[in-house]
């Protein structure tokens, strides 16, 4: 039988994982401090700010945040008059979500801090390393979608 060891430290895997951790909880802190945001509910307003009436399940594969997470977020920020939901044009079993102009206002604050916020996290790096590990996250990104047989 290999001598096979594994060090988790070592593990990219975990390694990604426990990065993708502590990011997100600086920025859960900082937005819930700023906004009264969690993290799922900054997430929602920014895809919807990006790419407004898109479906629940649209966000959901977009983002790879779970059905209940999603619904959770969007009963939230509906209830604080930051999102509509509206009938879907082309699929009336679903609604589409839309910012109101409060959701709007919220997004035009959230996403100059996000911004700032990546900025102070690579500021130390140059911006051809950051550029290159962008784009290998996109790469593994991909790569782990075809593995689990999802792309």
Do not use: C
């Not at 690579?122 to 550029?131: E, G, H, I, L, R």
Request: charged share 25%; aromatic share 6%; net charge neutral.
């Amino acid at each position: 039988m290999a001598d096979v060891s594994l060090r988790l430290d070592a593990f990219i895997p975990y390694l990604l994982s426990v990065t993708s951790n502590v990011v997100s909880d600086a920025i859960a802190s900082s937005y819930q401090a700023l906004f009264g945001l969690t993290i799922p509910e900054w997430r929602l307003i920014a895809v919807i700010g990006e790419d407004e009436g898109i479906t629940q399940q649209q966000v959901g594969r977009r983002t790879r945040m779970d059905k209940v997470t999603v619904s959770r977020a969007t009963i939230a920020l509906v209830d604080r008059g930051l999102v509509d939901r509206r009938p879907h044009s082309s699929d009336r079993r679903s609604q589409s979500l839309h910012l109101t102009k409060a959701g709007h206002d919220l997004y035009d604050q959230v996403a100059p801090k996000a911004l700032q916020l990546e900025r102070q996290i690579f500021a130390s790096f140059d911006p051809k390393d950051v550029a290159a590990f962008s784009q290998m996250l996109v790469r593994i990104r991909d790569v782990t979608l075809k593995i689990g047989g999802e792309a």
